[in-house]
């Protein structure tokens, strides 16, 4: 499966795409403002029209999208045109869900295999064990600093904009299916790092407990003789190759995947959800907005990271765990970017995969908000050190979060039973909590991204200056 030589086969002369460009975003401003102006109790602008201009844009971008032949436009694209089928056919977005189903399974198959293969062949062929326990204590001690800082962002944030103050709760509390778990204990989250059965780690996608199985294996690897090493690595090596390579075939499908998953979100919660509880879904995100501003960009610069580089190199898998709010679906792909901007395969299969459990910026910083925001719903004032001791356990619960969708819901709720909180405003965030896991989500994965660029750096191993490779082509 050759790669492509450009990134923009675009099939049209210069001429052409600098007057279709301008006709394109014509149509989208007039769809957007049409859509704005059907709002309201007496709509200025017919739905039906609307409709029909929103149509119009998507496909003029179709054709730009098509003629572009690029992975990442076409993921972008089939977002818009999954939130107007969510829109104009929610009965049908509903049934949509398998499709993104279907790409969350097969990227899972690909994870344990990935993470194993990366790791054996990093470590043992490498047979550098005190770069290993180098790694190990920068990433941990990098992980810290920032899911702590993101965690008293949130707790800023909340407490500035009172996003749960005078919410009136319904008598008797809300319906879920989420089982409310019981809180655990530091020697069971501890615990819980270590894997009995292998089988069951990669079955429960524990990645954590594959991480650190990888790792024992790989040390004890390292320790062989060169006549029983050099088969596994071999072995090994090859399972990693055929990984990437099967990552590539799946890839294909995510436009698919991601249009999918996003009709599915608008056609179950409409558009409409965005202005119920805007108050706490501003909070998020400028939360967020300001998190990556305050503390991965001042990072960044520190580690001379090329930003515009790093930007394009994880738009593609970004975009994957926006719209899947899963960061498993885009952990292969986030493994490509980083090495096509220049850091140790090695370095990247440790870093990335023991983020995933140790350095959840975006869901760290969304637990924090949301606990409080819980006390304020229920009319319960916290005192400054009550929130300090809820955010110092939330600084251990939040490191055995899974990257999968809705995981921090389950820490969320076991916090709030290990500190008498009511559980019944929980339910009332999970109507947009489809929307707040996707912004948490995509920081997740771009803090650890930064990571294993500040690991490399630190290992002084990180060449930024390294030519990229050829993006995937559609």
């Known amino acids: 499966m050759e790669q492509p030589t450009s990134t923009d086969n675009t099939m049209l002369p210069d001429g052409q795409r600098n007057w279709l460009r301008p006709i394109n975003w014509g149509l989208l401003f007039l769809a957007a403002l049409a859509t704005l102006l059907t709002f309201g109790s007496v709509p200025l602008v017919p739905p039906l029209l609307a409709t029909v201009l929103r149509w119009v844009s998507l496909t003029g971008l179709a054709i730009a999208a098509y003629r572009r032949k690029s992975l990442t436009t076409w993921i972008l694209f089939s977002m818009l045109i999954g939130a107007e089928i969510g829109h104009d056919f929610p009965a049908f977005a509903l049934h949509l869900k398998v499709v993104s189903k279907i790409f969350l399974r ?9 993470i194993f293969g990366t790791l054996v062949v990093g470590i043992a062929g490498h047979a550098n064990l005190k770069q290993v326990g180098r790694m190990g ?8 600093v920032v899911t702590t800082i ?21 008598p008797g ?42 790792i ?25 190759e055929v990984m990437f390579k099967f990552t590539n075939i799946v890839m294909y499908f995510a436009p698919f995947a991601v249009g999918a998953a996003i009709a599915y979100t608008v056609g179950h919660m409409g558009f409409g959800i965005l202005v119920n509880l805007f108050k706490l879904l501003a909070t998020l995100y400028v939360a967020l907005i300001v998190f990556v501003l305050g503390v991965f960009l001042p990072v960044a610069l520190i580690i001379k990271l090329p930003i515009r580089r790093f930007i394009n ?27 096509k901007i220049g850091i140790p395969r090695h370095i990247v299969a440790f870093v990335l995969p023991a983020g995933y459990s140790f350095n959840l910026d975006g869901s760290t910083l969304y637990l924090s908000l949301a606990t409080i925001f819980v006390a304020q719903a229920a009319g ?21 979060m899974a990257g999968v969708p809705r995981a921090s819901l389950v820490i ?17 965030i999970l109507g947009i909590d489809e929307l707040m896991d996707m912004a948490r989500t995509s920081v997740n994965l771009v803090g650890n991204c930064l990571a294993s660029a500040v690991v490399g750096k630190w290992e002084g191993e990180a060449d930024f200056t390294a030519p990229p490779e050829p993006e995937l082509s559609v």
């Open 106 to 114: 097969l990227i899972k198959t690909i994870i344990a295999p990935l």
């Open 137 to 144: 204590w920068k990433a941990i001690l990098y992980f810290e």
């Open 150 to 170: 993101a965690l008293f962002i949130g707790l800023a944030a909340i407490n500035i904009s009172k996003a749960g103050v005078g919410i009136n709760l319904p």
């Open 173 to 214: 509390g809300g319906e879920s299916d989420i089982e409310v778990p019981q809180p655990q204990t530091w020697e069971e989250t501890i615990l819980h790092i270590f894997p009995e059965n292998i089988a069951r780690a990669i079955f429960e996608g524990q990645i954590l407990q594959i991480v650190v199985f990888s």
């Open 216 to 240: 024992i294996f790989a040390i004890g690897l390292a320790l062989v003789q060169e006549q029983f090493r050099k088969p596994m690595l071999t072995w090994t090596e090859a399972l990693t």
């Open 313 to 339: 190199a994880i738009a593609e898998p970004v975009t994957i765990a926006f719209a899947t709010t899963s960061s498993e679906a885009a952990l292969p792909q986030a493994m490509r970017a980083m090495e």
């Open 380 to 400: 319960i004032e916290l005192s400054w050190g009550q929130q300090l001791l809820i955010v110092f356990t939330l600084m251990l619960t939040s490191k055995g």
């Open 412 to 428: 969320l709720m076991a916090t709030a039973v290990s500190f008498g909180l009511p559980v019944e405003p929980i339910f009332i």
